[in-house]
Each structure stands twice: as C-alpha cells, then as structure tokens.
C-alpha cells in the first residue's frame, strides 16, 4: 500500500533569511558601485561646504557643525530608498524577476518586509562609510560628540526604516521610464528642503517654510542626527523625531505593501 509523503514545510525564519542572504550576497559584489552611486554625492558636498568655503572664509568655521550630521542623514536616506527602490523597478519590469521570489513559501508580505530590511542595512553601511570620511575631510568639528550610542543607533535605524519603506512605495509605484523623474521630482527636492544642509530652527527666519518642510521625512532623520551628534546646537526634540520616523515609516509600509501586492497580483 502506498504512502503519500507530506511536503515539508519550511520554517518562516528559514525563507527570510534565504532572500535576504541573497540580497545581501549582491550587494556585496556590488559594494563599490553602490558606494559610489550613494556617497558620491554628500561627499562632494563635504569637500565644498566643509573644507573650501571655510577655507577660504565665504563661510563660518562652525558649520561644519551643522553640516555633518546632514549629510550623514542624506547619506542614509538615499542609500536606503536607492537600495529597495531600484531593485524593485527592475524586478517589476519586463523581465518580471519578482515572480522568482512570488514562488517562494513566503507570503507577499515577508518579501517586501525582507527588501526593506535590506535596505535599511544597505542604508547603515553607506552611513558608515560616510562619517569618517567626512571628518576626515573637515578636520575637528566643534561640537561633535557621541555621549548616548543608543539614541544615534534607533534614529540611525527609524531613518533607515522610513527610507527603505518609502523605497518600496516608489519602486513599485513608478515604472522603468520613470525612475529619472523619481531623482527628480521626490528625491531631488526632499533633499534641499529636508533640514540637511542648515538646521530647521535656522528656518524661524521664514515660518512658512519651517512648517512647510515638516511634511519632508528627512527633516526628522537630519534633526535626529544632530541631537545625538551634535547635542550643543539648536535642534528638535528627540521626542518629536521619534514619534514622526515611526508614523512615517509605517504609514510608507501599509502604502508600499499595497502597492507591493497590486503590481505583484494585479
């Protein structure tokens, strides 16, 4: 009498782990590129704002104080929302790539949930490899002082969590043509008005604008930056930055897995 074998069944912990050894195996082998696709850029600005213009007196000695931590921050969130959008744009193309991982024995919404942590690390890295580079090139920065390594590691984590969820909005919301418009129509001008390059009590001087950018993620990331890196400067309350990272970051995921689940079975 034959017998009928059940399927195994494979634990859940087991499949995430797997999809995100694979993306992190990728990026690994990419690790160069990426670096310089998503550091080049807040790098440059280093040099610029804080090395030659103090230089040569066009601006205040002192802000490099308030520029570093921004730039930490932009650093962050491009890299986060670049590492879960552009890969999503791909898989989501013609090749329909994304239906390897649909095949998975994981729902849909562990898959989003394991690009979005993969982002997140990829967004760490980057931050990394921005910081001493950055204090490298702008000598002693006053004020800059790392007394509560809990505080810089959850804004750290929250901006990088925001980031990549809205990364899995964009990347499954936009098509391949449009990722030059995604640069620059949402990630171009989020940055300029995200508070990176001057602090977002230095917009008092224009109320309107002060509240205008609260609407902009990456204020919260570069105020959440400076109150851990640069404690002595003006900046928001840690209390405020945490409570906007964690509604940010779940109202970008309940968005994103929609958007995720409509590309993916529509």
Request: a positive charge.
């Amino acid at each position: 009498m034959s017998t009928v074998t059940e399927p195994a069944v494979v634990p859940v912990g087991h499949v995430f782990w797997a999809l995100l050894r694979r993306d992190l195996r990728v990026a690994q082998r990419e690790l160069p590129y990426f670096l310089v696709r998503t550091t080049l850029q807040p790098i440059l600005f280093v040099v610029v704002f804080g090395y030659l213009l103090p230089k040569m007196n066009f601006v205040n000695r002192g802000y490099s104080t308030a520029l570093l931590p921004g730039i930490l921050a932009v650093s962050l969130a491009f890299s986060s929302i670049q590492s879960v959008a552009l890969p999503l744009v791909q898989d989501f193309g013609w090749t329909r790539e994304i239906e390897d991982r649909l095949l998975a024995p994981a729902s849909a919404r562990l898959i989003a949930f394991e690009k979005v942590v993969s982002g997140v690390l990829q967004g760490l890295v980057a931050a990394v490899f921005v910081l001493p580079i950055a204090r490298l090139i702008m000598g002693p920065v006053a004020g800059l002082a790392v007394t509560d390594l809990g505080a810089v590691l959850a804004v750290t984590l929250l901006g990088a969590a925001a980031f990549s969820a809205l990364g899995l909005l964009i990347g499954t919301a936009i098509q391949p043509q449009q990722v030059g418009l995604m640069f620059s129509v949402i990630v171009a001008p989020m940055i300029f008005f995200g508070c990176a390059y001057y602090p977002w009590q230095g917009l008092s001087a224009t109320p309107a604008f002060k509240y205008a950018v609260l609407i902009n993620p990456l204020v919260y990331v570069s105020e959440g930056m400076r109150a851990v890196l640069t404690p002595t400067l003006p900046h928001m309350p840690l209390t405020y930055v945490f409570l906007a990272l964690a509604n940010v970051t779940g109202v970008f995921w309940v968005w994103g897995l929609k958007s995720f689940e409509r590309r993916a079975f529509g």
